[in-house]
């Protein structure tokens, strides 16, 4: 989403409008490559879907929306609800 904005020269806008719907960014902490290589193993997600799972689980996320079915279905598996 970001890189696309960036392309056309709208990344301000679209940090903009995802402040104003209270999403934030989740540092990756000291450690977390072990985790992320975890979950591409267990999973067989790319690395971004892990990145993204990984930040879910890491801030204790109640769910993770994504239309991705295998993320989703990572994501159920951790705990998490999905849409």
Not at 15 to 32: D, F, H
Request: aromatic letters at 2%; hydrophobic letters at 50%; proline letters at 4%.
């Amino acid at each position: 989403m970001l890189v696309g904005a960036g392309r056309v020269e709208r990344l301000d806008e679209q940090l903009e409008a995802l402040a104003a719907l209270e999403i934030m960014e989740v540092p990756i902490e000291r450690g977390a490559a072990a985790q992320l290589a975890r979950f591409r193993a267990e999973t067989g997600l790319r690395m971004p879907d892990c990145c993204v799972l990984h930040a879910a689980v890491a801030v204790g996320a109640d769910a993770l929306a994504t239309r991705d079915e295998r993320l989703s279905r990572a994501a159920a598996a951790r705990g998490l609800q999905t849409p």
